[in-house]
């Protein structure tokens, strides 16, 4: 049970939705925009967070598109991960995705709330940050097209009154040859000792990484680190852990020391499906 | 669409519409309990992970627990009081797929789902399915069969079940 009181709003488009932000907030209400809610709604149960007004994005048009345009895959925000998975527009996002929580409650998480939410396993971005996708971000100056690269740091960076509409993705990355390997302690269904998510683009390999540090990431010190042919495999693949850009994490799932043991045996395995010797 | 923190909600569950006041706070969980008197649906964790809970919405499972009651608005739910004398219903018996029976409505749930979404289901996606809820009886491979009889039973040619 949620312990507070909050109002709800739903807006029927991208503009209605920012005005009413702003609205709110001129009142103090402190909104939060809203797609699935599943971690609004846990975190608000436990009280770890606040606030006095939601704006359901799921009615606006634009969040909920899901096609191909000029050799583009365009992907709304509230599209929800097993929605993703049936189609399989996007077979690395299907597998990388379907890591997320469990099945059920796929059927609620949205790709835009696993990429804009504060869990530190948010295995939906890998193949956007591979694919070096556009994000479409609404917000009071506007709509703007950017590089996930620019709004994606450890978090998705955007500004109050923000939200994100969309992803666009190059056609061109659709059919690459991907590896998505997720790595529990004991089961299925539980936050993963690492994922990891690649892809080789004219002969070079990426990679992304989440449940390894705090956050999802892709590192480009680690991929040269991987593309580095003159060294044999392991090598590459010691060098590439020796640049993590932060703590192997260190939480009831395993150690940091445990981490790093599956890290090096599951990258290796990931360059060697992908014909890395 | 603007709510203030209480209103009026129609909502249409198990085939009929029913009006209640809520809060926009409220989980379609405490709704279904409280102001319905649906209690087959269970709270367990309440946190998303146990899968107890589960009801249909517009056919596919959802967890109560972690929807707004708002959020039905516009949508078809179907609780365990929903199904009568389903083949799920009756494989759960004949294969003795429960035990304590906390966790049964929230797999038949699902599970009424899953065959009639994936009706030529694999082990895979049963599996996959089945991993959204918990039963710490540890009934699950009864409940497998009893998914897989379902299967058979709808695609005679199937013979999955043992």
């Known amino acids: 049970m949620i312990a507070f009181d909050f109002e709800y709003y739903k807006p029927t488009s991208i503009i209605e939705a920012v005005n ?67 189609a399989n527009v996007f077979p690395l996002l299907s597998r990388a995705a379907g890591g997320a929580a469990d099945h059920t409650a796929r059927n609620k998480i949205t790709v835009g709330g696993n990429i804009s939410g504060r869990i530190i396993y948010r295995e939906a971005v890998l193949p956007f940050l591979l694919a070096n996708s556009q994000v479409v971000i609404a917000g009071p100056k506007g709509i703007k097209y950017v590089s996930i690269h620019h709004v994606f740091n450890k978090t998705l960076q955007v500004e109050k009154g923000e939200f994100l509409v969309q992803i666009i993705t190059d056609q061109s990355y659709i059919g690459l040859p991907y590896v998505v390997m997720r790595k529990t302690k004991i089961q299925k269904v539980e936050y993963p000792l690492t994922t990891i998510a690649a892809i080789k683009r004219m002969g070079r390999i990426r990679t992304a990484f989440s449940g390894v540090c705090s956050f999802p990431f892709r590192s480009p010190e680690m991929e040269e680190d991987l593309n580095d042919r003159s060294v044999p495999l392991e090598v590459r693949v010691n060098r590439a852990i020796s640049h993590v850009p932060a703590p192997l994490l260190n939480n009831v799932e395993g150690s940091a020391e445990y981490r790093k043991f599956v890290l090096t045996n599951t990258l290796t395995d990931t360059l060697e499906k992908l014909g890395e010797e | 669409m603007e709510r203030s923190q209480r209103f009026v909600l129609d909502i249409h569950v198990n085939g009929e519409v029913r009006s209640v006041t809520i809060r926009v706070a409220d989980t379609l969980l405490h709704i279904l309990r409280e102001q319905l008197g649906l209690t087959g649906a269970k709270p367990g964790c309440e946190n998303g992970d146990c899968g107890a809970c589960t009801v249909l919405v517009d056919g596919w499972p959802i967890k109560s627990c972690i929807m707004l009651a708002v959020e039905a608005t516009g949508h078809e739910i179907i609780t365990i009081e929903g199904l009568k004398d389903t083949p799920m219903q009756k494989a759960f018996l004949e294969k003795w797929a429960f035990q304590c029976g906390y966790c049964t409505p929230g797999f038949i749930m699902n599970c009424y789902a899953l065959v009639r979404i994936h009706p030529d289901a694999d082990d895979q996606v049963i599996q996959e399915w089945l991993g959204s809820n918990i039963c710490r009886c540890t009934g699950y491979e009864e409940i497998q069969e009893a998914v897989k009889s379902v299967l058979a039973a709808q695609h005679p040619s199937n013979t999955r079940t043992s």
């Open chain 1, 20 to 86: 009413v932000f702003q609205q709110l907030h001129l009142q103090g209400k402190e909104p939060i925009y809203y797609a699935g809610g599943t971690e609004i709604i846990t975190w608000a149960r436990r009280n770890d967070i606040s606030m006095k007004a939601v704006i359901d994005i799921k009615a606006i048009p634009e969040c909920n598109v899901l096609q191909f345009q000029n050799n583009t895959l365009v992907i709304g925000a509230v599209i929800t991960l097993t929605h993703l998975a049936e």
